[in-house]
């Protein structure tokens, strides 16, 4: 199995907010990351937090972490139809380790 | 445009052939990765490098595979022989620093490949 987990489909309407939730094994990791795949393209990097950190904003998108509960989740304001894509969450200690992805289909 | 670049970002050839893939990656970046991702999966590590030197390889890195970095610049991933389970898109991600620093690792558009 996974050792980031993630569920795998979100449904919002367009301008609702999205919280995408990730839980990790790992408590030794330094940063966590969350990624964007568009079909047929690479992994686009979002944003990321160190493990010292409890929230990170960046425009529109909101991280929370939660170390004691090893528990992730990136928010997105006003969810537009372009922020329809699968949402990968991953952790770093020596390895990467991505999650299944999360597919967030945004509705007009 | 200056990011990591794959190519070819297709291949499409018949089991018991031998394809190369070739990544570019952030020219100022001295880590190299590659990852494998199949349908419904987040990728999984390969192999990586820094400059030139190969420093890891994971266990789904069988002895068909193998990758280079001759200059620490470019880099190539072999298959020989494929097999239907080789199917999947290949990426190629970099970063500078240290790995244990944990400096964000930038994605080219991958090459997929297709077994017949």
């Known amino acids: 199995g996974e050792d980031v987990e993630q569920s795998l489909f979100l449904s919002v309407r367009e301008g609702d907010s999205s919280v995408i939730n990730c839980t990790y094994t790992d408590s030794s990791s330094t940063y966590l990351y969350w990624y964007k795949q568009e079909p047929g393209a690479g992994l686009q990097l979002l944003t990321y937090i160190f493990s010292n950190m409890d929230m990170k904003q960046d425009q529109r998108l909101t991280v929370l972490l939660n170390k004691k509960d090893k528990h992730l989740s990136l928010r997105i304001a006003d969810t537009q139809t372009g922020d329809s894509a699968i949402y990968f969450c991953a952790e770093n200690n020596n390895d990467m380790r991505f999650g299944a992805g999360t597919r967030l289909t945004v509705k007009p | 445009d200056t990011g990591v670049s794959q190519d070819p970002r297709h291949k499409i050839t018949k089991r018991g052939q031998n394809v190369t893939f070739r990544c570019d990656p952030i020219?100022?970046?001295?880590?190299l990765y590659w990852y494998r991702q199949t349908l419904g999966q987040g990728p999984e590590f390969l192999t990586y490098?820094?400059?030139?030197?190969?420093?890891?390889k994971s266990r789904l890195l069988s002895d068909r595979f193998s990758a280079e970095r001759p200059k620490g610049s470019f880099s190539t991933l072999e298959i020989q022989r494929t097999e239907q389970g080789d199917s999947a898109m290949y990426l190629c991600a970099s970063s500078e620093g240290s790995r244990r620093q944990g400096q964000p690792q930038h994605f080219g558009d991958g090459t997929r490949l297709s077994i017949l």
């Open positions: 020219s100022e970046h001295n880590r």
């Open positions: 490098f820094q400059n030139e030197a190969q420093l890891e």
